[in-house]
């Protein structure tokens, strides 16, 4: 087959013939390699250009969908339910037996005994200096104190509460576990005596 176009048309290439071998009576070798074709390249030495597809008038659109949107809005307001009931479940169980200890806690450090007193469960008031030295004993040489909101483990009107105290003089900090009850709508400390 001959291609009778001029060698300097684009497009154009001579045909890729396999050598011919002696032994097998003038026969190709192997098939002949396709040859390929490129599209012109553009006067001035650019890069060749692609038509864009065209689409026939009044040929249907493919619509994209929108069930991505609709599960993106979905895991977002699942997410935004989640942090709201868990805020609702910190500020109504875990928020109040926190700060009954930490308000007593921070009384104890200040040595406010009157205001500590306030804040002891009814069964610690018989004797309150014993409930109060008992907490006052876990601060001596302390350097801070963190009552830990995480820390909280309550169960009914009664809590425990972690608390860290950090001392000075390179002593390693202690966790503590001070008990809550919790009376007429306050949480009050209950030290074990």
């Not at 599209?39 to 009044?58: D, K, L, Q």
């Not at 390693?172 to 008990?179: K, M």
């Amino acid at each position: 087959m001959s291609d009778n176009r001029p060698e300097d048309q684009p497009g154009w290439a001579a045909p890729d013939l396999a050598p011919r071998g002696p032994d097998t009576g003038g026969t190709p070798t192997s098939p002949p390699a396709p040859t390929a074709w490129f599209p012109p390249a553009t006067p001035g030495g650019g890069a060749p250009t692609v038509p864009t597809p065209y689409t026939a008038p009044g040929a249907p659109t493919r619509k994209r969908g929108k069930g991505w949107l609709i599960a993106l809005v979905a895991a977002l307001g699942t997410i935004v339910v989640m942090v709201i009931a868990g805020t609702v479940v910190f500020v109504t169980r875990t928020l109040p037996p926190f700060n009954g200890a930490n308000d007593f806690i921070d009384a104890v450090e200040r040595g406010d005994d009157n205001a500590a007193t306030n804040h002891l469960c009814s069964a610690d008031r018989a004797d309150p200096q014993r409930a109060i030295q008992i907490v006052s004993d876990t601060l001596t040489d302390h350097q801070s104190v963190n009552v830990n909101p995480i820390g909280v483990d309550r169960s009914g009107s009664t809590a425990k509460v972690d608390f860290t105290v950090t001392y000075h003089g390179g002593k390693s900090s202690q966790s503590f576990v001070l008990p809550m009850v919790e009376e007429h709508g306050s949480w009050k400390a209950c030290p074990p005596t």
